[in-house]
Every structure is written in structure tokens, then in C-alpha cells.
């Protein structure tokens, strides 16, 4: 059965780093994606990146900080978090589908994506 398991989340003080890895099983996606949920809101969108080409998006709030990338031997994808900051703490959810998009800000849209993993906590203190 074709599922994600995410791992790599913790207790890090700001400006630390954490890397997030995010292995599939069965099948190569398309299209693989990050996103997290902070208490009291929306599961918002991180970082994308098309298992093909290696093309990546990155919400505006993290770009320059975090670094998504895939291992296409592993079929895994990790996000490389740095600068890590209070607000950066959250659930990070991996999400993956097999769709293909014609807009690089379509891959934020986490109601396209129909695989997701089970997530991993990240808290980020002073």
C-alpha cells in the first residue's frame, strides 16, 4: 500500500536546524509537497517539489531557510529546515500525488494532494 511515513521532528532552539525526511513506499509521486499546522489554524503550505525535474516553491516565509529535496534512489524527500524560528513551530505534514501541475503555485494547494503522512512535531523555543 503506496503511504508516507515522516520522521526527523523535535526540540529545537531558534536559529537551530532540523531535517525532515519523508519516505515512500510503493510508488514514486509525481509531485511531493510540505505543509504544517500550527495550533488554532489551517494546515498551511511549506515547500513543493516535482520528483521529475527537481523544480521547487517554497512559501515566502521560509525561502532562503528551507530547503526541500528528494533522493530519487530512496524515494524519499527531506526538508532541510535552518534559522529556524518560534512561529516555524508546528505539525509538518509530507504530502504527495500523482498529478501534474501547469503553474508552480498550484502546488500549494493541499486539496490537490491525495497522499499524506502521518506527522511529525516540531517546536522551536528561545
Known amino acids: 500500500q503506496v503511504q508516507l511515513v515522516e520522521s526527523g521532528g523535535g526540540l529545537v532552539q531558534a536559529g537551530g536546524s532540523l531535517r525532515l525526511s519523508c519516505a515512500a513506499s510503493?510508488?514514486?509521486?509525481?509531485?511531493y509537497a510540505w505543509f504544517r499546522q500550527a495550533p488554532g489554524k489551517g494546515r498551511e503550505f511549506v515547500a513543493a517539489?516535482?520528483?521529475?525535474?527537481?523544480?521547487?516553491y517554497y512559501e515566502d516565509s521560509v525561502e532562503g531557510r528551507f530547503t526541500i529535496a528528494r533522493d530519487n534512489a530512496k524515494n524519499t524527500v527531506y526538508l532541510q529546515m535552518n534559522s529556524l524560528k518560534p512561529e516555524d513551530t508546528a505539525v509538518y505534514f509530507c504530502?504527495?500525488?500523482?498529478?501534474?501541475?501547469?503553474?508552480?503555485?498550484?502546488?500549494?494547494?493541499?486539496?490537490?494532494?491525495?497522499?499524506w503522512g502521518q506527522g511529525t512535531q516540531v517546536t522551536v523555543s528561545s
Open positions: 504530502a504527495g500525488t500523482t498529478r501534474i501541475f501547469q503553474l508552480p503555485t498550484t502546488r500549494t494547494r493541499k486539496d490537490l494532494y491525495d497522499s
Open positions: 517539489i516535482t520528483w521529475s525535474s527537481g523544480s521547487t
Open positions: 510503493g510508488r514514486t509521486f509525481s509531485n
